[in-house]
């Protein structure tokens, strides 16, 4: 089964750290969605026929600042072009400052069943410097009212490792999530990506990363509490109640093919078991209508990906995952595709880095923490 998924490429300000594409300036949301029309229909041939679509996922930008009138247009265009599962899972990237209830009832009933929101922090002098539109007050009434608006599955992104974070301030925000009762919650390490203010304000000296030390002792701080509160780690960064792992983001490390619609989506698609092929849209609103105004497909690039280069990534991808299944992969690439890490593996597992169940050889919490460098030992 395959994914959807949507970029809004919109947001009413540009936080520091974020290097998605994404504008301000609204005033080409028209003619932007008018070409998100098209490419939707021009890319309707590209899965196999009989394949379904479990997961349509709205991301950004700001999903959240359309309205929903303006997604069941994309709704019943995507019905008509693809063949969506009933129950598939229907996600929106929300922002705090962007819903309130009556729009949340109105996604609703348009057609989401699962909603996402960018919390980051429930501290507000954290919301000021990573400068995000939303108060703290504004995060936790966006989520109770996504409840009063009859969402069951809401998750909420974390961000941790600020500047200056100190356990303490860590648990707290985790305690205040936990509190909610959200059902996932990604909590990422803040990275300083090039390119954006963030980077400029490090260079500049007038802020300092945390150390890898202090990262990782967030990081364990994390998974004990997530934990002990009942959520299973499915992901270096992700962490479910029973049943309620993303089905979306579990398709792309399944190596799934998935469709990404908007400017600087990405897309995969197998041609055989063992191969396929991975191209990503422009990263530019006024070249991606241009594109698709003349009919032409809005690609910036594309990659093969051949039998060796898929294993690579199965590797990588179950590990960083729910692991990788052996059995799988003898069936692919043969019963020798590990022989020569075999010693390797035993050595993990003796470390508690790996555990291996029924053919499946994943990592414990202690190895999601090296999962780079244990994914880098494994790799062939
Ligand atoms: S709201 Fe989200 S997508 Fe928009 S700038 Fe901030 S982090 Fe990036």
Excluded at 265 to 287: E, L, M, P, Y
């Amino acid at each position: 089964m395959a994914s959807i998924y949507l970029h809004i490429p919109f947001c009413e300000h540009k936080c520091i750290y974020c290097d998605f594409y994404s504008i301000e300036n609204m005033s080409s949301m028209d003619r932007f969605l008018a070409s998100l029309e098209k490419e939707i229909i021009l890319r309707s041939r590209t899965l196999p026929g009989n394949e379904t679509i479990e997961s349509v996922f709205f991301g950004g930008g700001t999903p959240s600042l359309l309205s929903a009138k303006q997604f069941e247009k994309i709704f019943s265009l995507l019905q008509k072009n693809y063949r969506i599962e009933p129950d598939a899972e229907i996600t929106c990237e929300s922002n705090p400052g962007t819903v309130e209830l009556n729009k949340l009832g109105e996604f609703r009933s348009a057609g989401f069943n699962r909603i996402s929101f960018g919390i980051q922090s429930f501290h507000d002098d954290d919301l000021k410097f990573l400068t995000r539109i939303h108060s703290a007050g504004e995060a936790e009434r966006a989520i109770e009212s996504a409840y009063k608006a009859g969402f069951t599955n809401v998750s909420c992104d974390l961000i941790f490792a600020l500047p200056g974070q100190t356990p303490e301030r860590w648990k707290e925000n985790l305690r205040r999530a936990v509190a909610l009762k959200p059902k996932h919650i990604s909590a990422y390490a803040l990275i300083v990506e090039e390119q954006t203010p963030l980077a400029v304000m490090v260079k500049d000296r007038v802020v300092a990363p945390l150390t890898d030390e202090k990262d990782a002792e967030l990081y364990e701080i994390t998974i004990e509490t997530m934990t002990a509160n009942g959520y299973k780690q499915y992901e270096v960064s992700n962490f479910a109640q029973p049943g309620f792992l993303s089905r979306h983001n579990f398709n792309y490390w399944n190596h799934s093919n998935y469709i990404g619609f908007g400017p600087s989506a990405h897309s995969f698609c197998k041609d055989s078991s063992t191969s396929g092929k991975r191209w990503w849209n422009v990263r530019s609103i006024q070249s991606y209508c241009e594109s698709l105004e003349k009919g032409e497909f809005p690609a910036a690039g594309s990659e093969v990906i051949d039998k060796n280069k898929f294993l690579t990534e199965e590797i990588f991808l179950g590990l960083r995952s729910t692991g990788i299944d052996l059995k799988k992969l003898y069936l692919l690439y043969g019963e020798n595709v590990f022989s020569i890490k075999r010693a390797m593996l035993s050595e993990m597992e003796q470390e508690g880095i790996c555990t291996r169940q029924n053919n499946i050889i994943s990592l414990t919490s202690r190895g999601y923490a090296v999962c780079d460098e244990v994914a880098a030992k494994l790799i062939l």
